[in-house]
């Protein structure tokens, strides 16, 4: 446990859960034993492309196999377990959240917001910075971390209701309001906590600004060629790739979400060539490969696959107007945004002006989808220097 940061805020409303992580010796072996007897696909002119151009090469699924074969589950678990977690119930599910809590009185409440195939961990290395540099009774920050419901902890989302963005917004707010934040926090996401966080944004009181990292959206009508950098113009052939050749699970996960989940639950390999391939491709730099089982791991365990995939409904059949573009969803609270070039749609400034107040923006020469892991430090120095700029401009 992070030693002082587990105590709860003194204004919390509700009491949060002490929650702990343990996987039993069972699953662990089941897991172990699934790996081994799982089957790689016989080569195919397809799967021996290194480019990845048709998709996961066999080479990388098999030696990520043999890898996960020996992969310490105990060692992550304990990790895991050396931050303060907790948990609420909120709707009838149990919500999972990591937290590293402030004693200062003007400490800022910061919810940081994952995406898929995220998850806490994604955040866990920019916490790591923070619990080097704080102690509890000089940090300027409240960090919370839920886990979406849905994902890894957190449980649902419901059965008996068609729960979208609108709904998840929702409850994360509730976790801020029982924590006492209702006087105040900022929102950060990227990819659907981008979408999650611009509803926060709009929808809630107690969301008093905004961060991001991703803004999925096209080209503007208003906005001419001419508003784009030269730099930004030839970034925005990933977006044209990402439209091309990357869409394919997000066509399935909108439409066929039972089938492709009753597929990834079944058999572990799987579920590790479909989540491992957007490690690969959605990254600037390569993510290290223990990173990568660790996270398709927990998501195994947890089975999270299935119940986490319900947000790409909502864009089936396609909206007339993309969420970030609909006027509804203009951000009228001051809107921070760091701009990574290989983000699957590297929105350029111009772009991402036109859906809210941007008062800040810093752009970053390296750094893809999965910015919280890829490049912690420049994230957190974006963030906090933002949440500085708009909390003195608040007061």
């Known amino acids: 446990m992070a030693l002082g940061f587990s105590n709860v805020p ?28 799982s089957k790689v696909a016989p080569p195919t002119y397809e799967g021996l492309q290194q480019d990845r151009r048709y998709g996961i090469s066999n080479e990388w699924l098999a030696t990520a196999k043999e890898a996960w074969k020996n992969f310490d589950w105990r060692s992550a678990e304990d990790h895991i377990n050396s931050w303060p ?23 800022i409440p910061i919810v940081l917001i994952h995406g898929w195939p995220g998850n806490f961990l994604e955040f866990l290395p920019m916490l790591s910075l923070i619990r080097e540099k704080y102690s509890p009774e000089d940090l300027p920050y409240h960090f919370v971390i839920p886990s979406l419901p849905g994902f890894t902890f957190s449980s649902g989302p419901p059965l008996n209701a068609d729960f979208i963005g609108q709904d998840t917004a929702r409850v994360i707010n509730q976790v801020m309001l ?32 905004v ?6 959206m096209g080209k503007p009508p208003n906005v001419p ?15 044209q790739w990402f439209a091309t050749y990357g869409l394919g699970y997000a066509v399935e996960q909108g439409t066929r979400p039972s089938t492709i989940g009753n597929v990834l639950s ?10 491992g391939e957007k490690f690969l491709d959605w990254a600037d730099e390569p993510i290290p490969l223990e990173t990568i089982i660790e996270s398709v791991t927990l998501y195994w365990f947890t089975e999270t696959l299935p119940r986490s995939i319900y ?23 001051p809107f921070g945004f760091s701009y990574f070039p290989k983000e ?52």
């Open 344 to 395: 699957l749609i590297p929105a350029p400034r111009a772009w991402i002006e036109t859906t809210g107040d941007l008062v800040f923006w810093r752009a970053h020469e390296k750094g893809g989808h999965f910015a919280a892991l890829e490049r912690p430090q420049e994230l957190l120095d974006d963030l906090t220097a933002f949440c500085e700029q708009v909390w003195t401009d608040r007061k």
């Open 311 to 333: 947000h790409y409904r909502e864009n089936f059949p396609p909206p007339e107007v993309r969420h970030a573009e609909d006027p509804r969803w203009y951000i009228r609270k």
């Open 211 to 216: 961060h991001l990292n991703a803004c999925l």
């Open 10 to 37: 003194s204004g919390a409303k509700v009491t949060p859960n002490p929650f702990q992580v343990h996987i039993s010796d069972d699953q662990i072996e089941e897991l172990q034993l699934l790996v081994k007897l």
């Open 225 to 239: 060629d001419t508003a784009v950098t030269e730099a930004e113009t030839q970034r925005l052939a990933r977006a």
């Open 266 to 275: 079944t058999n572990p390999v799987a579920l590790l060539s479909w989540v």
């Open 178 to 209: 029982n924590l006492g934040f209702d006087g105040g926090y900022v929102a950060q996401g990227g990819d659907i906590g981008s979408k999650i966080s611009r509803i926060l944004a709009v929808d809630y009181e107690a969301c008093k600004a």
């Open 85 to 107: 977690q907790f948990t609420y119930d909120i709707e009838g599910m149990t919500i999972h959240f990591v937290a590293l809590f402030s004693k200062r009185k003007d400490a």
